[in-house]
Each structure stands twice: as C-alpha cells, then as structure tokens.
C-alpha cells in the first residue's frame, strides 16, 4: 500500500485528517478492502482465546480468536489506535484465518509489512503490535489445551 503522508498522526494530534490520505493512497482492491470490511473488527464475547497489549505508542490491540480442532475458524482484532494499527490488526487477521494453530506461529510483522506496502517507518511497529498480540493469543489457547 502506497502512503502519501510518510508521518502519519493519530487522529487529534494535528488537523490533518489521516483516515482521508490513507483512503486516497494508491492501492490495491485487496488492499482497499482491508479498512473497509468489518468481517474482522470488532470484539467477542465467547472466543476460544484472546488478547490484549498496549503499545509502546499507547495503542491498544486486541485479537480473539474462536478455534475449532487446532484450526482458527474466526479472528476478530480491536483496536482504537491509528488507521495504521488497525491496517495491521486486520492485515493479521486475514493472514491467519483458517489456518492450522501451529502455522499462524509462522504469522510475522515482515509478512504484515509486506502486504502493507510503503508503511511509514514511524508506523511500522504497529506490525509488531499486532502479531505481539496475535501470538499471545495463541499461546493463551496451548495453555489452555495443555492444562485440561
């Protein structure tokens, strides 16, 4: 994803208005759909796993997760972080729907920034926040397996 505005603010930090730039940036249709489709925002109230972590920025993630035979059936993320968190909460979200518990171990913030082409480099730990996240959702669930 091409982003015009290489410092990105969050949302009251200036007047300008980052959800528009992000919007206008050149991108992919994939890409675009992204921000667009809440299949993966949001929250649960019954997942199978889930996590929370602040940020060093001060922006909160958190995945929950609903597993079904080691599989991740369904991922939603939650954040009220920057537009560039919540790119990344669901660019993860996606990369690990449907796959086997172990492979969404294999899940990395080079992949979340890869996906998310031209992120800018003020913004790219927001990739590390989401897999941080994402990860220790899935190690709440191998707990939860082994100890019963």
């Known amino acids: 994803m091409r982003w ?6 969050k949302e009251g930090e200036s007047d300008y208005n980052l959800t528009a730039e992000f919007m206008m940036a050149k991108k992919t249709e994939n890409q675009e759909s992204i921000l667009q489709n809440p299949a993966y925002f949001g929250r649960m109230t019954d997942p199978t796993s889930s996590a929370r972590i602040k940020g060093p920025c001060g922006d909160e993630m958190e995945f929950y997760l609903v597993i079904e035979n080691d599989i991740i059936k ?6 009220e972080g920057c537009i560039a968190t919540k790119a990344c909460g ?11 518990i172990e492979k969404a171990l294999f899940i990395s913030a080079g992949q979340i920034l ?6 800018p480099e003020d913004h790219k730990h927001c990739s590390i926040l989401a897999v941080t996240t994402l990860y220790r959702a899935v190690a709440e669930y191998l707990l939860k397996k082994i100890s019963v």
């Open 4 to 9: 015009k505005n290489q410092a990105l603010k």
């Open 74 to 79: 369904e991922v939603k993320y939650y954040s």
């Open 90 to 100: 669901a660019m993860a979200a996606i990369l690990v729907t449907g796959k086997h």
């Open 114 to 119: 890869k996906q998310l082409e031209g992120l």
